[in-house]
């Protein structure tokens, strides 16, 4: 199984930016594809970006898409997540999730998550 840990989250105004971060241990990372997700309160787990496993090909959801950046380094073990031009509606705990990628999609496949690290942006 794989063990994730998010990192990077906190307080920020409006327009603002955050690099959020997720190490990866107990498998072989550069095996998965990499995604994030967010969750605010009372709302369903959202997808936010992927990654497949060599970094040349990342999809994103059309709220993000130009103002989030998903990154990989496959000898540090860890995926980012860069994210620019902060809004309120960004708010949520960020969790980042390892599986396989098919036709765009991220497929969850080892069902693992971390803990998550909560993103907070004022207006």
């Known amino acids: 199984q794989v063990q994730l840990v998010e990192s990077g989250g906190g307080l920020v105004q409006a327009g603002g930016s955050l690099r959020l971060s997720c190490v990866a241990s107990g498998r072989t990372f550069s095996s998965y594809a990499m995604a994030w997700f967010r969750q605010s309160p009372g709302k369903e787990r959202d997808f936010v970006a992927a990654i497949n496993w060599s970094g040349g090909n990342t999809y994103y959801a059309d709220s993000v898409k130009g103002r989030f950046t998903i990154s990989r380094d496959n000898a540090k073990n860890t995926v980012y997540l860069q994210m620019n031009s902060l809004k309120p509606e960004d708010t949520a705990v960020y969790f980042c999730?390892?599986?396989?990628?098919?036709?765009?999609?991220?497929?969850?496949?080892?069902?693992?998550w971390g803990q998550g690290t909560l993103v907070t942006v004022s207006s």
């Open positions: 999730a390892a599986g396989k990628l098919a036709a765009g999609t991220f497929h969850n496949a080892l069902d693992a």
